[in-house]
């Protein structure tokens, strides 16, 4: 009987792994990670994400041990790697769960299809989560998504077959010339630590989760942080739903005093579990958005006026604005960042400063271990005004410091040039010059550069003739159906919080 080679992508457990299931069941599994040079040549790809891959295969090798088969490891291009195994081995089967990655990622997987069609091999793909492929039209997309989500969490395999393979080690980061890197307090990977952070945010961190999600100060303990292991696939997100199902039904159960602010805590959880797909979807529909404005009427709105000088101290996170630069400096040491912090320093770089979304987006990229392009794309673009079909907010940093951080104890630990500054001026640095030590000069005027972003943002779609009917294009192809969104919710869980923010 033939082999099938699992191919392991960004879906790094032996749990949930409909391709292993399945390739299991049809005959003898070679587990197979191809670590691709080539790929970690691309601007989005960084020190951080090899340290948390590492960590990942290193666990994946040994639950994949404890079914008598180790993970065999390549080195090199997919397709020379496919091709050395198939001179050796009778493939029966190439099985890998399907991918929504970046455009590189995009075309290896186009050449790996030609290459099983050349040699009649075939290629199973299973979908891991809720993006659809070849999908139609978002209709009725949220039904798909909680029918993919209702399903039951697959087993891993029990025993694997041994099958001799040579594995390569991996290799550094020097090797790879990727930049020096300054994180100190990087998540680590690995799903056992999925499942930790799963279980403490369910029936710990997380009952203030939609109070305390906002700020930066409460956020890193009450957010889940489960983004990365999502990212590389270490747990599944049918596996975090269901788990979210489960805590739901049994606060259900509890006496109306002691439920607290979980209800409101797992209603915003889970709808954005399925935002995480909502946003894969459109670069799955569209990859082209990972390189162009989505909405054709921006271009060659910014491209001419990328000022350098800027761009580098929003990247070293020395504007002078306190809360943004507190932000870029935390991420670069921790590699992450809440949600409106994050929409906050792309708003600043897109709208304040007129940058271009793609170099920005790349740097941030670069720093998130999380790094997920479909969302990414799609957020950089709609916290750039370039979607043409979402309300253009334009974050003030000053008042989200004021907001956010009140106490301004994220600002001091982030920033320590200001850790000596009077409280009343700690986001207004500049109006205490003598405290200010080396801390910059704001390096633009936060009101000017709002003005001016916000009149050439809202002039062009009122004066562009076509505007319209372009937006309601992109409306039609990735918006979200509210209707049959809340139709599905009250199907699938009963109820929707008519507060719940849903995405476009
Ligand atoms: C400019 C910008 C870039 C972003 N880039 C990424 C990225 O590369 N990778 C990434 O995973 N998220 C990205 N996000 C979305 C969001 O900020 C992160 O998913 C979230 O902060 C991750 O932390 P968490 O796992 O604790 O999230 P939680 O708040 O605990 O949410 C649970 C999960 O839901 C999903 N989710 C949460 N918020 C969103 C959202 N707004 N859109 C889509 N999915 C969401 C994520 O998978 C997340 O892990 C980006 C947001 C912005 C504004």
Known sequence: MGINIVWFKRDLRIADHEALAEASRTGPVLPLYIFEPELWKEPDMSRRHLAFLKDCLRELNDSLQATGQKLIIKKGNAIDVLEKLHQHLDIEALWSHQETWNGWTYERD?????????????????????????????????????GRMKKPVMPPPEALERIEERSESLPDANELGLEVDAFKE????????????????????????????????????????????????TISIREVSHACEHRRQEIKQMPRGMKGKWPSALRSFSGRLRWHCH??????????????????????????????????????????????DACMRALRSTGWLNFRMRAMVMSFASYHLWLHWRSPALHLARLFTDYEPGIHYSQAQMQSGTTGINTIRIYNPVKQGFDHDPEGSFIRRWVPELRGMDHAFLHTPWLAKSQMGNYPMPVIDEKDGRKSAASKLYGLRKNNKTHQASAQKIVNKHGSRKSSLRRSVNRHAKKISQQEELPL
């Open 186 to 233: 990087l998540q680590k990977g690995g799903r056992k630590k999925a499942l930790e952070l799963l279980q403490n945010f369910l029936h710990e961190r997380g009952e203030g989760y939609t109070q305390e999600m906002s700020s930066p100060v409460t956020a890193f303990q009450s957010c889940s942080r489960l983004s990365a292991h999502l990212a590389f696939g």
């Open 279 to 324: 946003f894969i979807q459109k670069l799955e529909d569209e990859s082209r958005i990972e390189f162009e404005n989505m909405h054709p009427a921006y271009d060659g709105l910014r491209e001419h006026d990328f000022n350098e000088a800027l761009f580098e101290a929003w990247k070293a996170g020395e504007t002078g604005y306190p809360m943004v």
């Open 110 to 146: 186009k050449m790996v299809k030609q290459w099983c069609h050349d040699r009649n091999i075939p290629w199973h793909e299973p979908s891991q989560n809720g993006v659809i492929r070849r999908l139609s039209g978002r209709d009725g997309w949220a039904a798909k998504w909680y």
